[in-house]
């Protein structure tokens, strides 16, 4: 027996994944001579372990197989030593372990179909030698898995074509004794022209009705499988652009939006500056209208669109803000000679600080 499995590339679109569910479960319970009643009871990996032994005896050591395993990490174990099996046999295909320890019907479904498709292909002619029940009694908790319980050992079914009996030919009766021939009227020519042409008449509408009947066949469903397939093809590739030029468009007003929001910041601080300058601004003279004019502006709202509530509460801090400075001038400086500094002098250094922050 050969270790090497016959590689096929089986697509999604491949006549394997459109295998019924029942049909799955007649296969395996005729070859491996199983009681399997859903597709979820082949999650734990130990029935496709024994197919892969149907296929290449010896090749699995089936005495590791866990039977009864319950819980992922029991069921892991075995995807384990058909993993070992796929790379001893050196069949090309990766395994979805993490999505079919989950034992969801459509993943499991999907592994069996490709699994069938995968054994027409590389199953002996015959297989009548191989004793299912034997080979599992090796494994682990065989007692535990419920689908192996109750079933009589009979011999799997082999990929030879079942032949069609022939009939039983019947008795042949005694030949009876001849009769003469009773007399027939003679039909005149016309009759024998009229009855001709009617009987010539009927076989021809008789051959049309034939002709005209549908026939169904195999490549007909095979065809219209394709055309359905091949429109909804279509529809995805249709869907998928969509997608793709939606999330272009997404990604064009994300970067518009940093930008805005870049813009706002930059002129908030702007206006921040400028309203801290004013605040520190000592106002000399005819100055109070000019900073009185441009705080309005900066505290001016959809509520208060003339800014006063605003700037009262704003006067009142530059207030006390000038209160501060008017007490801090009045304190002696630290330096060593103790010379305190004039007016001009501070008004150029709170200038020459907010130029900084600018």
């Known amino acids: 027996m050969a270790t090497v499995a016959n590689n096929v590339a089986v697509g999604m679109m491949d006549p394997a994944y459109f295998v019924g569910k029942r049909k799955i479960l007649e296969w395996l319970n005729d070859i491996l001579c199983l009681n399997l009643k859903r597709i979820e009871e082949t999650a734990s990996a130990a029935v496709a372990c024994q197919v892969f032994d149907a296929m290449f005896p010896g090749l699995v050591p089936m005495n590791r197989v866990n039977w009864g395993a319950k819980s992922d990490y029991e069921f892991v174990q075995n995807y384990k030593i058909l993993q070992t099996t796929f790379d001893k046999a050196k069949v090309d295909k990766e395994i979805p372990v993490n999505r079919l320890i989950r034992a969801r019907y459509q993943d499991n479904l999907e592994f069996m179909q490709w699994l069938m498709k995968f054994y027409e292909i590389n199953s002996p002619a015959d297989i009548t030698a191989y004793d299912a ?78 002709s005209a009947s549908p026939v169904v066949s195999t490549v007909d469903v095979d065809s219209i499988v394709a055309e359905r397939t091949s429109a909804l093809a279509k529809k995805l590739e249709a869907c998928e652009n969509e997608v793709s030029k939606l999330q272009k468009e997404n990604e064009e007003i994300d970067s518009e939006m940093q930008g805005m929001e870049r813009e706002r910041d930059f002129y908030f601080n702007k206006l921040r500056q400028v309203e801290i300058y004013l605040q520190n601004y000592k106002i000399v003279g005819s100055d109070y209208e000019l900073v009185k004019n441009v705080l309005k502006l900066l505290y001016a709202t959809e509520d208060d669109v003339d800014g006063e509530a605003a700037l009262a509460a704003a006067e009142a801090a530059i207030e006390a803000s000038r209160q501060q400075n008017e007490q801090n001038d009045d304190k002696p400086c630290d330096d060593i000679t103790n010379k305190p500094v004039s007016e001009d002098e501070q008004k150029h250094e709170v200038q020459d600080e907010e130029v900084e922050t600018f």
């Open 133 to 210: 029940v034997a080979r599992r009694a090796k494994g682990k908790g065989v007692n535990q898995f419920k689908p192996a319980q109750g079933v009589v050992k009979r011999k799997p079914i082999t990929r030879v074509t079942s032949t069609v009996p022939k009939a039983v030919p019947k008795p042949k009766r005694a030949p009876s004794p001849k009769r003469a021939p009773s007399p027939q009227p003679v039909k005149t020519f016309e009759e024998q022209i009229i009855g001709g042409s009617v009987s010539v008449d009927v076989k021809e509408e008789k051959e049309e009705a034939v």
